[in-house]
């Protein structure tokens, strides 16, 4: 596609449940980076994969979240056993960057997933 | 760690005033410096960057100046629209643990009156 795709665009769920995120990145973008965004706070990464590299989790909350990215195009974020601090709006971006080099051009975003836990 | 530290919002201003965003970072390394803008009900978006210190990015009349002497990139605009009325993400990209990932500000909401 023409640019990053996330679904679904709002997910609804029971605390307690799991949920999968998906983000559908830039063709031929490397990198790709999960962030989350609560309500006044800035963008909080969570994860990022570079091309076959292992993936940077220094930013998971907890051991309830994880991510994968399946022949290095889309990628899955699931929380498992929601809880209602994990309601946030998840974004998604991928950028062409070289391997673990410095992000010279830009990274383009998703138009997020709203999580929401009741 | 990296870091990057915006002034709180909300700005709020009148048509045709002049904009200063400030933004002040915290980089190991030498870091690529980016503002995004999130537009309501719309994904963030590049609105300009500096890779360099004493770049000047621009863009829609929009400016800030890459100053590594005072680790800083202010946003600037002489005059701004309604349209202008979004969310503004200061950020940068630089090493952190053998990795380089975007670290962002928390954002400073703009709102301009007609």
């Known amino acids: 596609g023409a640019g990053v795709s996330q679904s679904p665009s709002n997910k609804v769920t029971e605390k307690g449940k799991d949920v999968e995120l998906r983000c559908d990145p830039i063709?031929?973008?490397?990198?790709l980076y999960w962030y989350r965004q609560s309500l006044g706070q800035g963008l909080e990464f969570l994860i990022y994969f570079q091309g076959n590299s292992a993936p940077d989790k220094s930013g998971l909350p907890s051991d309830r979240f994880s991510a994968e990215r399946t022949g290095g195009s889309v990628s899955t974020l699931t929380i498992q056993r929601t809880q209602q601090e994990d309601s946030a709006v998840y974004l998604c971006a991928s950028s062409f960057s070289r391997d673990r080099g410095p992000l010279i051009t830009e990274a383009f975003f998703g138009q997020g997933t709203r999580l929401t836990v009741v | 760690g990296n870091s990057v530290t915006q002034m709180e919002g909300p700005v709020t201003l009148s048509e045709e005033a002049f904009l200063t965003i400030n933004c002040t970072y915290t980089a190991t390394g030498y870091p690529s410096l980016f503002w995004y803008v999130q537009y309501p009900g719309e994904g963030l978006q590049l609105l300009l960057k500096?890779?360099?210190?004493?770049d000047k990015g621009s863009n829609k009349g929009f400016e800030a100046t890459y100053r590594k002497e005072t680790t800083s990139f202010h946003l600037e605009k002489g005059s701004v629209q309604v349209s202008d009325s979004a969310v503004y993400f200061c950020a940068l990209s630089a090493a952190s643990g053998g990795s380089y990932i975007p670290t962002f500000g928390r954002g400073t909401s703009l709102i301009v009156h007609p």
């Open positions: 063709s031929g973008h490397t990198a």
């Open positions: 500096a890779t360099k210190a004493d």
